[in-house]
């Protein structure tokens, strides 16, 4: 299978990330074991998760995901096949949060234990702390990276002028680099990665692996009126997409699908892959049928004229 490289990490995942947003959540723990399984055994190899997840869920503390992750690569041995991506910096409490160096240094060692592994391929910051200076954070990060624990470091919901600035903050410093950028981006939310990111990535070698790559579920097609949604999981994520524009998109994916006796999920992954600096879409599972779906959107190969289509409807 074909493998992207995450900026200059030296790390090469497979085109599509799992993510791990669902693991203790909407899929138990079998079921996830079930979907790393077929997941890895189709030859892909990159999983997402946070330390955070999935703190949400009445009972769970945060780390479920991490702690469900480490189980798996005991019990199948394949830490050494797998590019495991967590990230530091989500809000457990007032107290338990953002991206101080002590902080991280305290809650690497954290997430190490959960994932049962004494490194991390691609360590994140989850959300950006302002109230923090960007030296300080660097200076964690590059400790970490010294030590061994982790690999590379990569930065999510973070302002372009705050990535520039790390950047440069890691250039006259000496320190790691923020080498993975992961923004909100699909056919809906275009505009934000579109117009303020997607230049800077490529001009500054980012690997892109963006989030919500299904914009939540709305680009399978599932779900056509609030109706469908009321009472989800997905509810306060889905109430944005019920516009105009948002079923124009659904209408022109249901198309090109159509041509290819395909799904609109696997269009609306493929479109993705085709875009300048994506290294990998974000994308999750919770039952075979969904995950055979994300798997089949690296194998469709989108002409020029179903680009023009999804790119029309989905223009902004």
Known sequence: MEKRSL??????????????????????????YRLLDEFTDAGFNAIDTADTYTAWVPGNTGGDSERLIGKWLQRTGKRDQVVIATKVGGKFSEEKKGLKKEYILSQVEDSLQRLQTDYIDLY??????????????????????????????????????RLADSIITSEDNDFATYQTLQPEYNLFDRERYEQEFEQFALINKIAVIPYFSLA?????????????????????????????????????????????DSKPAVVALAWLLTRPGIAA????????????????????????????????????
């Open 216 to 260: 939540s579920g709305f680009l399978t097609g599932k779900y056509r009126a609030k109706a469908d949604i009321a009472g989800s999981s997905r509810e306060k994520y889905l109430d944005k997409y019920f516009t105009e524009r948002g079923f124009k998109i659904l209408n022109a994916l249901e198309n090109v699908a159509a041509q290819y």
């Open 124 to 161: 994140q910051s989850h959300y950006d702390d302002p109230e923090t200076p960007i030296e300080e954070t660097l200076e964690a990060f590059t400790i970490l990276v010294k030590s061994g624990k982790v690999r590379a470091i990569g930065a999510s919901n973070i302002t372009v002028d």
């Open 281 to 316: 879409p974000i994308a999750s599972a919770t039952n075979p049928e969904q995950l055979k779906d994300m798997m089949a959107s690296v194998s469709l190969k989108l002409d020029k004229g179903d680009l023009d289509i999804l790119n029309s409807a989905s223009a902004y």
């Open 7 to 32: 900026g200059n990490t030296g790390l090469e995942i497979a085109p599509l990330m799992f993510g791990g947003n669902v693991f203790g959540w909407t899929a138990d723990e079998e079921m996830s």
